[in-house]
């Protein structure tokens, strides 16, 4: 069995909001980043899969504080980490590629100067070296050298998209958590910035978390797939699994919904209803005011993680999901 | 009524001219137009579904634009029950053309009367890519729904606009509509503000909408819901609908046509499901070969095309798709290939496509290069 690189174990956050309500963004998360594997974390907007990712990286705001759990990284805990050895793990050791390339580059910074930033930040290289080093970058991702000193804005939403990438590759990190990163892009575009990821992962063997609500880029680049809604797991399973023996109904409804080119249907299947409010979480199963195949129990008690395959011998990934209806032992993860 | 469809594109150019500085006309440089849509022609029936899909840049928004009157166009004639339409009206009151008719095609030179801008836009409505802007943020769902009322002056009493408001909005799923009356837009969530969007479009009862992008900046889960929604607006109503987008898999399953489009032109026309299963243009080969399939024991071979639509102010000799096309040949760079029928209503511009069906025109080709 290979180690794991990242295993976030029961991570659970809060947010207090100014008129003193919490919302309980994250409640018990649990899941492992082999090296150079791709994890997905799917779900409709407003079920934590943001706040995962920041809680991991350490970068929640003011409001927000990790209540429990760990985040196991290279066998240090990023949550015991102070604040300076922490900035010495971002970006040297994991790097995000956030959300809306349009708003997280700085306008008033040349390119280039902007994807330097972080490797003379980490004391690196010399400048010459550095120099040398965003022109590879650059190049890695499909941009011509002449345009490092361009700004924002004279790159078309595409460019920029890739702009972030090798920003975020400057300092080699091993982890690269991606939010979003096709979201805003024509699907052509689209194409191309997750086949230059997956080239990337090839050639740095990185690992990356992808955070999409889009289940048909999941399927095209991720190994394995959680599947949050209100803050807490669904379903964890392997890509496969997920798509083609999906348990949690969360799960099934959220590919139905999603347009079948292949065999396209007479009406798309939706689900009802919105995510639940955070500040205003439903008793028990938190799908279950949304759910049609609900049971009693389903709004009285909370139901846990089951396991419903395995981690085998050869490395295949488990099969957990939380559902009242499913069977199975209460996962446990190490 | 005549036999002619409900709307009719012909020969659409729409060009915006990109300011020059005072050096460039002293040294009399060429005025450079940015050319959104290049001579596009189309028809739209009665109850039909028309997609128009292609990437950024590539003239769909400026089309929708066009065709209800946000946009002048350049040249070209849209045609809605016979009447023409196009924002010509303050220069028909400048007394530049005609306020009540005008001609269409110079050899049949038949006289059309002029809509009014006010009456097209009773009989077509618009529907904005971005539930979150287009919404009036310190207006009441009521006063949104109710001011195209109030507009054209359709509903006096205040009872019988009331009425039509909670009609419109139970039409568009929000129910009951009395609990929605007075909230404000940012009470609601992205998929409730897209449905006050479709009944304030809706509550005109017009006969076509332009939907520009309607689902794409909301959740999957959301838009299987205003998609289905869109759907029985126009099985109960009739309503044709213009459906623009960047993304194949969202029209795969209520689009009646779909219009290919690349920088300002209609690569490829024909009925949905010919299109979908048998593209017959590289560039839609291309796009729906990336679609995402949601599943990964199907993952396909894609044909991703590199670089970005090319800038519209200097388009590309020959076929515009040429620099991009994984297929061009030779001739491609010369020739600006001319559509052609491929299937039943089905037609491509691609010059590969004419060799196919026109030996005559790839010897003649060859000759001349």
């Known amino acids: 069995m290979t180690e794991s690189l990242l295993s976030v174990r029961n991570l659970t956050t809060e947010f207090h ?20 594997q791709t994890i997905g974390l799917v779900g409709e907007s407003g079920c934590g899969k ?90 890695m991702v499909g941009i011509q050298r002449s345009r490092r000193d361009q700004y924002p804005h004279q790159y078309s939403g595409g460019m920029r998209q890739r702009a972030m990438i090798a920003m975020a590759l400057a300092c080699s990190p091993s982890l690269l958590f991606a939010d979003e990163p096709t979201t805003a892009l024509d699907v052509m575009i689209q194409a191309q910035v997750l086949d230059l990821l997956k080239e990337i992962q090839k050639h740095l063997g990185l690992a990356i978390v992808m955070v999409t609500h889009d289940l048909g880029v999941v399927a095209e680049v991720c190994d394995s797939v959680v599947v949050m809604y209100g803050g807490k797991v669904a379903e964890y399973a392997s ?96 | ?58 003239g769909k928004t400026t089309i929708a634009r066009t065709l209800i009157g946000l946009e002048e166009q350049t040249d070209g004639e849209i045609l809605f029950h016979d009447e023409l339409v196009g924002a010509h009206e303050r220069r028909a009151r400048a007394g530049l053309v005609p306020l009540e ?61 009331l009425e039509r408001v909670k009609t419109a909005l139970e039409e568009a799923g929000l129910r009951p509509a009395e609990d929605y009356f007075l909230r404000y837009p940012h009470e609601l969530s992205g998929g409730q503000r897209q449905r006050v969007v479709i009944a304030s479009a809706m509550v005109l009862q017009p006969e076509l909408l332009i939907a520009d992008e309607p689902v794409s900046m909301l959740d999957v889960s959301i838009r299987a819901e205003i998609l289905n929604l869109l759907r029985d607006l126009r099985q109960r109503r009739g309503v044709s609908i213009v459906f623009i987008t960047h993304d194949l898999s969202t ?29 017959q243009h590289p560039y839609t080969k291309a796009l729906i070969s990336v679609i995402p399939v949601p599943n990964p024991r199907l993952r396909r071979e894609r044909v991703i095309l590199q670089g970005e639509t090319p800038n519209p102010i200097d388009l590309p000799s020959g076929c515009r798709f040429h620099p991009r096309c994984p297929v061009a040949v030779e001739a491609c760079k010369v ?19 004419n060799v196919a069906a026109s030996p005559n025109i790839a010897s003649g080709e060859a000759a001349s290069t």
């Open chain 2, 251 to 279: 029209v795969a399953y209520f689009a009646d046509r779909i219009a290919v489009m690349y920088l300002g032109r209609m690569v490829e026309t024909g009925p949905a499901r010919e299109v979908l299963a048998n593209p």
């Open chain 1, 239 to 334: 890509a496969d699994a997920i798509y083609n023996e999906p348990q949690h109904p969360y799960t099934r409804r959220l590919l139905a919904s999603f347009p079948d080119l292949i065999r396209p249907s007479d009406t798309l299947a939706s689900i009802p209803g919105t995510p639940p409010r955070l500040t205003d979480l439903p008793t028990g199963c938190r799908f279950h005011p949304r759910c049609d195949v609900k049971v009693e129990a389903c709004d009285k008690e909370t139901p846990v993680l089951k396991m419903i395959e395995e981690q085998s011998a050869e490395g295949g990934a488990i099969h957990c999901a939380a559902c009242h209806l499913l069977h199975g032992e209460e996962a446990k993860f190490q």
């Open chain 1, 17 to 36: 909001l100014p008129d003193g309500r919490i919302a309980r963004a994250l409640e018990d998360v649990s899941f492992d980043v082999l090296p150079g």
């Open chain 2, 335 to 353: 020739t600006d290939p001319a559509n052609v029928l491929v299937g039943e209503n089905h037609h491509a511009a691609c010059l590969l496509l």
């Open chain 1, 50 to 139: 943001t706040t995962t990712l920041m809680s991991v990286m350490r970068l929640l705001p003011a409001s927000g504080r990790i209540t429990a759990g760990h985040a196991l990284f290279k066998g240090r805990d990023l949550m015991q980490l102070s604040e300076q050895q922490m900035r010495s793990v971002r970006w040297r050791e994991m790097a995000i590629v956030f959300q809306g390339a349009m708003n997280a580059l700085n306008p008033v910074m040349k390119v280039g100067d902007q994807i330097r930033e972080p490797i003379e930040l980490h004391n690196l290289m010399d400048r010459d070296a550095a120099e040398k080093r965003v022109g590879e970058l650059l190049e």
């Open chain 2, 1 to 58: 009524m005549s036999d002619h469809a409900m709307l009719e594109v012909r020969d659409l150019y729409k060009y915006f001219p990109i300011r020059q500085s005072m050096l460039d006309i002293l040294l009399r440089r060429p005025a450079n137009n940015v050319k959104a849509v290049d001579g596009v022609s189309f028809d739209l029936e009665r109850g039909e579904v028309l997609a128009i899909v292609g990437e950024s840049g590539c």
């Open chain 2, 101 to 161: 008719a005008g001609t269409v095609g110079s050899s049949e030179q038949k006289v059309f009367p002029r809509m009014s801008m006010k009456r097209l836009r009773q009989q077509a409505q618009m529907i904005f890519q971005d539930p979150y802007e287009s919404l009036n943020p310190r207006a009441t769902i009521l006063e949104i729904v109710a001011e195209p009322l109030v507009v054209h002056g359709l509903a006096r009493g205040r009872d019988e606009r």
